[in-house]
């Protein structure tokens, strides 16, 4: 099968620095992605990661290990405007389609 | 460079009616994938469609279809509708085949069925 799991919550304070854990079960993975969906929004791309290691985006940084089927997105600096759900999605192949977790609700508190 | 737009926004069908959802890709996007969101099940992959031929499939019964014209904007249509249709219907662009890591949703479609 395939499948992604990730938290269904996560809660910080504004300024301080957030992880959200995705760790994938699917076959024929090619990378992770991660997009953001703030309430009553559409999703919006936020980074991705072929190989393994840290790819950096201003205040969004995302790591993926292929060894561990894992990978996370770090969020710095946090800021109220953040509040929203992060999903992580397995690129299956390229030219594959993209497979969604369930989705992590942040919210960030003043 | 416009972004994706879909129509209609909202719609309230009855059971076992059936609906046609529209979608018109950024320009020059010549992928089209479709999703449903439902607060239970996340973004669940429909169908994506590339140069008007349907290249991925997921895991919705037949009752769930779709298209896409020359100039790359696609339909999607749901027949006899359950209750259980009822959902965020939210379709992505991107340039190249099989929609890739980086894809623009619309807005979405909300269908809430009676």
């Known amino acids: 099968g395939q499948s992604l799991e990730q938290p269904s919550e996560v809660t910080a304070v504004e300024g301080a620095i957030v992880q959200i854990n995705c760790t994938y079960q699917t076959s024929g993975f090619y990378g992770l992605s991660w997009y953001q969906q703030h309430d009553g929004g559409a999703p919006t791309f936020l980074s991705y990661?072929?190989?393994?290691g840290l790819e950096e985006t201003g205040r969004f940084s995302s790591f993926l290990s292929r060894s561990d089927s894992y990978g996370y997105l770090l969020l710095q600096e946090l800021q109220m405007k953040d509040s929203a759900s992060y999903f992580c999605?397995?690129?299956?192949?390229?030219?594959?389609?993209?497979?969604f977790g369930q989705g992590t609700e942040l919210s960030v508190k003043p | 460079k416009a972004g994706v737009t879909q129509t209609p926004r909202y719609l309230i069908k009855t059971r076992g009616q059936q609906v046609t959802l529209s979608c018109s890709p950024i320009s020059g996007h010549r992928s089209v994938s479709w999703y449903q969101q439902t607060p239970g099940q996340g973004l669940q992959f429909l169908f994506e469609y590339f140069s008007e031929t349907q290249r991925n499939k997921g895991n919705f019964p037949g009752r769930f279809s779709g298209r896409q014209f020359s100039n790359s904007r696609s339909e999607m249509n749901v027949s006899t509708l359950e209750l259980g249709d009822s959902a965020l219907y939210l379709c992505a662009s991107s340039l190249g085949q099989g929609g890739g890591y980086e894809q623009y949703f619309g807005p979405g479609t909300r269908l809430t069925v009676t």
């Open positions: 999605a397995a690129l299956k192949e390229q030219g594959g389609k993209l497979i």
């Open positions: 990661n072929a190989l393994d």
